[in-house]
Each structure stands twice: as structure tokens, then as C-alpha cells.
């Protein structure tokens, strides 16, 4: 520690100013670094330490602890405390290391009657208790430990303490704090203290002899005179009292001088000498009872910032009591704030104002401004946890103005700073006609910032991920991000020959997610997608977001990728996209923050004010207050109103004072809209006609436009707007980045768009529109073409003034949506469509029938994929109507019927076999009967004869459309017979593989060939199955067969399991997921994942494992709301948590799924037989077995791997059903199961063997062949474990254990049960494992060891 003076004298000298420019000069050393930042840091520092100990002990004066008696804490004002200061350093060794912050300790006691010295033990617990326990050697030796110190860094400091003031007079004890005066006189002695702090320890010339302070008990007399002064307050002239009122002559020989300058904010008509030389001077009593005025006009000579010397001067001021100026201080707490604010922002609070610039620039405004720390907390958080893995969606809301955007800029600048990738793309009301402008805006910010990198490994990381990830299918969506070529070295401008798509929407949801996940797992940073102005959000886009949020890309890659947009809580309600959206993601369990930001209140806009004009928040609190009421705290209007008052001179910076300055009462008296829009709209209104005009073009093609098309559009219609454009961006009304123009804010651009009369604004877009007509043709642009076409579709119809436009607008509208479709926008092709429908005029199916019809038929396309059934009903109704053949009208029935078989499979397998009759391919009941479909079978098989492998698959095309639109009837069919009409699938399986044979290989013959495999696996001959299943999975190769692939897989597998081990065949199913997926074939896609699941499960997979694959499947179920699989999927998965142990009330609800469809009513039959048998139930298992035998009595003509599981349960329950009844009518039920296990055994003993030899001994078991049983139940398990089918392995060890009860052998049979037990456990059947050990506690306890 170090006394004031002496730390003044060191700081200074430790400065080296050798560096400064003003050195070279010859300026003093001692000015320079009394000005230079070190020592104004450390000064300031020592300056706050002691406002704020002051502060501290105005408060324990105020409220003390438990009543006791009030300590003197609060120091006596004086002119001598500077000798009373000690400032403590921070050294490397801590010796006057302050422990924590000094606003945590306790202030000093000051002693008023008694010199510190008296008391060496109350001084030394004073210091402890601020210092800490320092060593007594220390303490005694005060200054002179810092002289023992090597090199003491005085600029580095702790605290600094006001011990005790000295009092000479026994008049200046201890002042009681019940007046306000005695705070305002301890605020001006602190004052001089620091003005001997900032001025190298100088005291104020005005003072010639030591200075004392005079009592407070004058505050009435104050009072007395404060009516008389009250109207020279609002004088514009410095009033010197002294010289014009006597009234102090009561002060005895007192000679007091005031000078009241002009409140703060108020307007100031003096020039800068005058202003200096009549510089507010407060009151100050002399130690002989004068009272003169002090000056900080020698601090601002010596180069200290204005701001610190009118902080010193309105300190000083304080003398004059209840007669200061406005901007003197009234409490001690307001000087602490401010110190804190200089130290904290010195480049706002400290330093000098850059008049020259401020004079041509006038108030500039920054979104930096605008700090909301709870808001963006808020947000951060949600980005920490979804970077963590956690899938999490940050939505911040609110009117328009309140700063949304900010916040969200803000933490794009957050994200950058921690190595982050931030995108961002903005949604614009007038701009939904291009398709995923907003989302492609953004993933082209992503490759071009690949592109700029260069070759560096994570570009080339990302481009082979991606080129994998995307495969053939990354033509579609280069469509839609045009960067993606480059990225990964694809020409898309070469014509791409479409492989075929069920759903090209589905099919561009799953390479974006397949997109999104590649970046986000590859790109070695976390990626932040932010999307703006969410109200505006198309239908499509918000698809995209819920797709990329639920499911992102492939099912096991953990991803970094953060979520998060803003929306305009005013312009959605509970029909709007978004809003359903965030309720669908809630309702999977994702996580959604919500951000709400209000109006700023007025403590909000004082702060924000105080930051803008650089001066202290006491100082604007009344220009705050009336900026607050005229803009309701709403953020732009501050901003539009803060920068209007500044261009008209209302707030100016003063070149005299080195501040900004305002006329509160202009301000007060202007009149404002109340809204945000008419205030801007105003303020646009002021402004050059060719401004004006500019902007209103501007408006008609949305926020912002690139400036190579305002030049085109330029060009078109003869008019300046680049220039214009460039008046407007000077003004602040459009900013200019990245080749474009853009409003500043949305509500800039509906300003100007308002400035268009409503009537007239369709004929603006109209010939806007034209205007760019030729543009589009000349440029063949597919951007052009989608905003001329959106231009004349926002005029509209009755924009028309020439009948033969009708028929361009509407061919430029089928341009428009066959291009938006090729783009996967199915909404948006639509629109298009049904605005070309708008333009054609009466009798158009006569005079233009061909493009009536293709726009009739593609809209119709589109409308199932929006889910728009009403408009597809009247758009075929149109077509089947008016249409001039049968060939014109089977793609509107085509479509019609597949739609029909989302909501009614059995009406829609009728329309498509009356369909395919008008085509010639005729099918009735007769020919479902089983005696025809062999004779069919054998016809086949015929004509296959002729054939191998090599010359199917080299086969001729199919031209014959009616054929090609034949067999894509049929492919339908194939799936929606085996649920409703199964006799009939043999049917459709045959007739494909004829047609194809007769009239060449189509896109849908591998269909055709892997049903038809499946079929003859069926009949038993299970390799001649495979071979042809084989086929159809070659026969994808030919163009347009990747729309089946999907459903060709997943099926070839399902006969794949007859001959390779399931455990690895079953993994193929992801292969035909993907396959599905990138064809947008969703049914498909869902079907397979519940194959995969349960595959997983026969094949006896760890259940947890299994548990997981369910959820998952189920998951992407009900987010594509596929019930029909669902229903499925749900009795097997509730089998397999009752395994688990999951309690019957958290299993998933198959009640809503009923049992209507036929199939769904077998499976959940099956679930009860197997449940019951496995734990056991014989009366349940009864019931279930005759039930299950009635409903599966219908003929299944195609082999899957479920029927073997199926084989095997039924083999066995009949076997124990034997047993208990000894009706044959059970084992020859059995003995039909045992037959097809022993033939698949045969093909395949790895999955078949175990199963072969547990029935068998089973078999053996009901004929008493005890020998036979004990052989053939040890070779089921041995087998059982060698292919690894544990959970098999466990049912032989527990049906041996039955075996061996019966004979009598319970000691071998509890053995069994125990294997059985631990078997079961290890699978992780829990339940099962419990009820059976449950089972062998109660029945055998006296054969269990121990006695028990």
C-alpha cells in the first residue's frame, strides 16, 4: 500500500511517453501520461474504489444490523481527504492483493473525534478486514514495503481505501446524514479529491489557505431563497448572484458566487470562450469562511478527456447545495455508476467525441447497441445444447421492430467467433414463387464457402461425403442448390435422364436431410442454419424444416447442427404452417425454445441513449423519457426517430461543449405517427421523386434484388434505378452487399410498397412482368423466368389489356411449374399450374386444348403431393371430361387412383383393374381360383423356359405406351393385393412377367420378376426363387427402374433370408431403405424399416438393441404418418417390451389401429399366440392358435421370412396342444410345419436347423420317444448356438426342461430351467426370464441345491 500522493508521483514516472506523437513535440512527459490510458485506467480505478466505499457506508448509516448503535462509518466532508487515501497494488506475491472484489468487503470505519494513530489495535483489525491478515512486519513498515519491492508495477491497482480524514476543527464531527446537503457536500469534497487525483496531485489554484466546509445546519435558510431562485433556472445567461442578490449577508463576512449554467438537454446560445469563461463555478467555503469558485478549466489544458472534467465539475458543483446546476450530482451512487462506466466502456464513457467527423456524419446507429443478455443467454444455451446432440429448435418471436433480427445476427457473429459455420437465408413474402430460394440462399453460403477454400482437406472431405451420401440422385438437388455442382465436380447444365421417382418431394426431403448431415458431421465445426422472417415461410420450406428436424439424414450418424429462425408473433395464427410445424416436432419429443421480445422499456431506452450520445444515463433521462413515449420503446422506431432528430438538428453535437446536445422542447412538440410504418413511410415521402420511384420498383420484387437484375430491368423499361438505388443506400433507406440492394427492415419495404395506390400496384407487376419477358427468353435464366412469371401472376387476369397475352402468361406458367417440379416444389408448380388455368380464357378446352391439358394434368399431379384431394378431384373431372381419348386421360386416372389408395386401398385396386380392362388387360374371380393360377403358373413357366439370365436382362424395352402404363397399374397392385386381395396377386405377378416377355422389359418389370420369385419360392422350389429375385435386381439398371428399387430390395431379401444367414441378410434392408428413399418412395421406405426390426428380432439380436430399432421405426412412422404400417409394426413390438418387462400400461396403443385391413388382423393374432406361449398360458394359447389357423386359411402365394417364424410357433404350440388334448387334428397340423422347416433346412441349415431339430424333439416328446427327445433337444441347442440364435437356444433349453419334469427327472430339469433362465437374461427378456425362474422356485424348491 502507498499513500495517494506518493502513487500519483510513481504511476506517472513508471509511463514511458516516448512513444507518444506529442513527445517529438517537446510536450511535458508528466501531461502526456496524465493523459495516456495506463494511468487513466489505474486513476479511475482508485476513483471508483473510493465512490464506492462511500456508497457502502451510506448504506450500513442507513440500515443497520440488529439495532445496534451505528458505527461512524461515514468520513466527515473535508478539502484534505487526498492525505487520508491509501492506494493498494496487486503484486505477484499478494502481499496487497486484494482477495476478491472490493465491492464484497467491508467498509472503513471513520472516526471522528480521534486520530487513527490512538488506536494502533483498532486500525490493525480495520485494515485485516480489508486486506486480509497481513504480516506485522508488513504493517508496520506501510510504505516502505513497497520500496523493498523490486519493481512494483503502480499502474496495477487493487483498491484504494479513505482511512480517515483529518479534523483540525471539533465543528466538523461526524454530520448527521438526515439532510441531503451533507451527502451533496461529502460528493463536492470527493471532488476535490479527485481533481488533485487527475491533475499530478495539484490542489485548485482558488484555494489559498487550507479550506474547511461549512455545517449543514444552513439548509433552511437554502429553503428560504430557493422560491425567489426558481424562476432564473430557465435563464439562458449565466446568472452571478453574488453581484445581483444579497442575500448571504446573514453569512457574516461569507462572500458566496454562483453561476447557474443551462440544464441538461437544454438548448445553448453561447460561444465557446464565453462558455468557457463562465464555466458553472461552484460554492466553496475557505478555512476563513470565504467561499470561491473552482475552475476544471486547468485539467482540460492538461489533455484529460472532457468527459472526466465535467464528471469533476459537476462534483464540484455540488457546493452550491439545492442551487446547483441540473447536471450536478445529488447522490454518491450515481458518481460510483458512471466511474464503473468509464472503466468499463472507456471508448464510449471516457473518451472525447470526434466533432469533425460527427459534424458531416451526425447520430450513427449500430445493431451493437441493442444488448438484450437474457435474450441471447437464452439462445446460447440452445445452441450449446444441440451442438451437444440434442435436437433442439430456438425460435425467436416477436412484433415487428423489436429486434429479432438483431439478436439473431448477434449470435451469428457468436457462432463465427467460436469457429462455427453460420447460414442464414430470409423468407420474403413476395418472392414464394422460386422454389427453396430461402433454404437454397442458404446451403449455397455453405459450398461457396467450400469453393473459396480451395483444395483443402475438408473441402475435399465434405465433397466425397457428399458425392457418396447423394450418389446419381445429387443431379436433383444441384437443381435447387446450384453451388453443389462445384462442391462435388457434377456438370448439371448436361441433360440428366431421370431414373425414375414415386415422390420427387420425398425424394428432395431425403437428400437435404442426406445434405444436412453430411455438413453437419464432416464439416469439423458445428453448423448453424438461421432462417428470418418465418411468418412468410412457403409450405414447402416449412416441410424441409420438419423433415430436417425430425429426421436428418440417416438413422445412426450423430450430427452439430443448430436450429433457429424468427417470426413475427402478429402475422401467423393456428392455421399457419410454422405453427403446426413446431407442434409436430413438440409433439415427437423435440425440444423447442421460444425467445419472446417485447417492447424496451424506459430504463431500456435511457441505456441505449445514454450509449449513443457517449454521456451518463443521468444526464439523458429526460430525453429518454420523451423518446420512450413517442416510440413505445419499439426498436426501429427508436432507431428511425434517433436518426430523423439528428438530420433535423434536434439532437446536434456541440461543438463548445465536446458533447451532443438536444432541444428537449422541439422534441416534446413534434408530432408522430403511432406507428413504426407511417413514421418510415413519412420520412421515405421526404425524399427525391426518383428516390421514390426507385424504391417502389424495388418493393414489387420483395426485401432485396441483385443488381445485375435491376440493371436488366433497368434496360427494359428506360429508367434510372441504379443510381437512384445508390441516393436511397446514402440516406440509410437500402443497404448494398453482396451485388445486391436490400431495405434496411421489412417495414421499409412495405412502406414502399404502400406508397403504390392498391389499384394500381397489379399494373405495376404486370408490366414489370412483360418487361422481363424477353429477359427470360433471351437469357434462358430459370431465376428470371420464376420472378417474370410471379410479376405477372401478382397482376393478374385482369392486368390483361391484349386477349392474345391470355395464352404467353399461361405457357410461361407451365414453363414456370414443369421447371418447379423438377425442382421437387410440388406447392409451387401448383401455383403456377393454377395461375396458368386462371389466364386461359373462356372455351379453352376448343381453341387451346394442348395446353389446357397439360396444365390440367401436371396441376393435377401436383395437388396429392400438397394434399390438396378437393382440387384433384375437379382437375380429373375436367380432363375425364373434355379429354379427346382414353391415352389423354390415364395419367389423371393414374394419379387418381394411386391418391385413392392412401384413404381406400379396396376401391382403389377396383378402379385399377377396371383401368387396366380399357387397356386390354382383363382379370376376373374365376381366375383367382387355385387351380387356374397353376395353370397360369405353368404357362409361365413356359415361356420363361426359353430364357436365361443373360438374355432377360438384355431383353428389348417396352414402347407400347398403353403396355408401359399397364404394368405401372400392375407394380401398384402387387403391394395392395397382398393386403386386401391376396388370391389376386398371383395374378398380377404373372401378367407382368408375360407383357414384359411379350412387349419388352419396362421401368416396372423388376416388380414383376421379384414377385414372381418369391411366388415360385413359395411353390417350394426356393433357389429357382432366389434366381429370379436376383433378376429383378439387375434389371434396376435400366432407365427409370429406381423408383421400385426400394420395394425390389426389401422384398429380394426376404428370400435372401431362405439362403444366407439372416443375421447378415438382414442388414440389406438398410441398403433398401436408402434405395427407397432417394426415390421419394415413403411407403416403401417405412415397410422396409419395420422388416429390418423385426428381422432383427427373429434373428435373435440383444433386445435393447431391438428395442432401439423399433423406436426408431416406429418414430419415422407417425412423423410420415404412415399408419398402415404402423399397424403392423405395433403387436410385434408390443411382444417384444413384454419380453423386456415393460408394464402393459406403457406399451404402444393398438386399439386406434384396428384390425379392419386383413393382414393387420393376422399379425396382432400372431403377437397373442406368441405371447401366450411363451410365458406359458395354455387356455390364451388355445384360443389364439384355432383363431390364428381360421384367419390365415386364405392361400399365400409369396414367401417371406415371417413365414418360417410363423411354421415354427405354430409347429410347436400344436405339438404342446397335443399334448394336453391328444387330438390328432394337432400333430398333423405340426407335421405340416415340421414338413416345410425340414425343406428350408435343407437350403439352409444356419436358420433353419435348430428350429428343424426343437420340433422334432418335441415331436418325439408326444410319441414318448424319450431317447430320441434327449438327443434331438441337446442337438437343438448346440445348434441353436452355433448360428447364434440365442434367443432359440434359451426356448430349447426350456422346453427340455418341461421335457425332463414330465419324465420325472426334476433334477435335470431345474438344471435346464437355470440354462434356460440365464439365456434368456442374456437376450434380454427379462420378464420372461423372471416368469420362468418364477415357475421353477414354486414347483421344485425341494430339487433346488440347498434344500429349497
Known sequence: MISLGEWINSALKSIDTSEEPLSAFGANPRTLALSSDAFLSAALTVARSLADQICRAQEVEKYPNNGTPRQPYLPTPASDWADSVTVYLSSSDGNFFFDGDHRDSQPLPFSSDKDPSDHPKELQDMLESVIGNVPHSEKENNSQDMSSNNNPNYLSVSSAMLTSPSNNNSDNGRCDSQFEGDDMQRIYSLGLLFYELFSEGERPAEFNNP??????????????????????????????????????????????????????????????????SKKKKPMKRTGTGQICSISVEPLKSKGLPWSLCNLIGNMLDCANGDLCGDESYRHMSDVASDLQRMLDKPRTYLDDLDLAKLAVSGLQLNETIFVREAEFASLRGAYDRSISGESELAIISGTSGTGKSVLAHRMGSFVNTRGGIFLSGKFDQLQQATPFSTLAAAFNQYCDMLISEGDTSRSKKVGAELNRALGKESFHLSRVIPSLSAVINQDVSQPHLDEGCVDAQKRLLYLLCQFVDVISSSSGAPVTLFLDDLQWADAASIEVIHQLLLISGSLNKSKQIFFFGCVREEEVNGNHPFLRMVSSVCQFGKHVTTIPLSCMDEGMVNTLISDVLRLSPRLTRSLANIVYHKTNGNQLFFSQLMISLSKDGLIRPSLSRRRWEWDEEKIQSRKLPDDVAKFITGNIGRMPANVRMALSVLSCFGASAKITFLKALETQLAISLIESMEEAAAEGVLDKTNGSYSFGHDRMQEAAYNMMRPEDRCLFHFKYGMALVACTIESNDDGMLFTATNQLNLGGPQAIKDAQHSALIANLNFTAGKKAMEMSDFRTAYNFFDNGISFLRKGHWRTEYDLSLKLFVNAAKCAPFIGNIVSLKYLSQQVLSFGNSFEDKLEVLYITVSALARIETHQAVEKAISVLSHLGEVFSESHSEPGNIRLLIEQTKFMLSEYTDERLLNHKSMEDPSKIMAMKFLAKLELWTAVTKSSWQPLITMKMVQLSIEHGMSAMSPIGFTYYGMLIASLGDIREGCRYARIGRQLLDRPGAKEVAGEVISMGTQLTCFVEPVQCANETHLQAHAAAMSAGDICNAMLILFAYSIGSYWAGEKLSVVRVKFAKSRSLMEKQNHLLWLAHQTPLERTMLTLIGVDESQLPDQSVLGGKMQYTALVICFQKLYVSFMFRQYEPMKASVENFIYKDSANTWSLVYADSEKAFLI???????????????????????????????????WNFQNKLYLMEAEEAFCYDDTVSAKTLYEKAITSAREHRFINEEALSYELAGYFFLKMGQKDVSVNYFLQAHEKYHDWGAIAKANSLYEFTMSSMSESLPGGH
Open 211 to 276: 479550506p474547511t466546509v461549512p455545517k449543514s445546519d444552513t439548509k433552511h435558510e437554502l429553503d428560504e431563497v430557493d422560491q425567489d431562485l426558481h424562476s432564473l433556472h430557465n435563464q439562458s445567461e449565466p446568472i452571478d448572484l453574488a453581484n445581483n442578490l444579497n442575500i448571504f449577508d446573514d453569512f457574516g463576512d461569507a462572500e458566496l458566487k454562483f453561476s447557474f449554467g443551462v440544464s441538461n438537454g437544454r438548448k445553448h446560445d453561447v460561444d465557446s470562450s464565453r462558455e468557457q
Open 1211 to 1245: 409347429g410347436l404350440a400344436a405339438y404342446w396342444m397335443f399334448r394336453k388334448t391328444k387330438d390328432p387334428k394337432w400333430t398333423h397340423m405340426a407335421s405340416k410345419s415340421k414338413f416345410m422347416m425340414k425343406k428350408w433346412a435343407e437350403v439352409n441349415e
